[in-house]
């Protein structure tokens, strides 16, 4: 699977999110009801979401195996108050290796260690977040893309 490298600029966006701290095999089996208290809480507030997508940001402290805070979001249009474990994240900006996923999810790891293997042969270094952002969902598990982002030092 070709997994090109980009360099690209991040925007800031606004995410309705709830964190959960998760090493990085756990996240199947937490952003899934993580999400849906967003989900939730979104279809409480009508016009806060448009057409956003699904956005997980990874904070990279410490040691990453055991488990790091990750915001499962969705992008919405304007700011709002907490309320209950949902939150206003702005997602952070700056220079940024970029890799687009198309596939399965599964597929996903590989993607990520493209990128790192990429970084440390181009001499970039990673800086603390990165960030998944999920395209339109499909039943057909090969049109599914995702855009990897690891913010760089």
């Not at 925007?11 to 701290?21: D, E, G, I, M, Y």
């Not at 206003?88 to 198309?102: F, M």
Request: charged residues 20%; proline residues 7%.
């Amino acid at each position: 699977m070709d997994h090109s490298v980009t360099i690209d600029q991040l925007r800031p966006r606004l995410l309705a999110a709830v964190r959960r701290t998760a090493a990085p095999g756990q996240v199947p089996s937490v952003f899934g009801p993580a999400l849906d208290l967003v989900w939730a809480f979104l279809g409480k507030h009508k016009g806060l979401r448009t057409d956003g997508h699904n956005v997980f940001l990874y904070h990279h402290v410490g040691r990453p195996e055991a488990g790091m805070p990750i915001d499962f979001g969705v992008e919405v249009t304007r700011r709002f108050e907490p309320e209950g474990e949902v939150r206003c994240v702005e997602t952070p900006v700056g220079e940024a290796a970029v890799v687009r996923h198309r596939g399965p999810y599964g597929g996903l790891p590989e993607a990520h260690t493209a990128l790192r293997a990429w970084c440390a042969a181009n001499g970039r270094v990673i800086g603390a977040h990165s960030l998944e952002v999920y395209g339109d969902w499909s039943d057909d598990p090969s049109t599914l893309e995702t855009t990897i982002q690891y913010l760089l030092r």
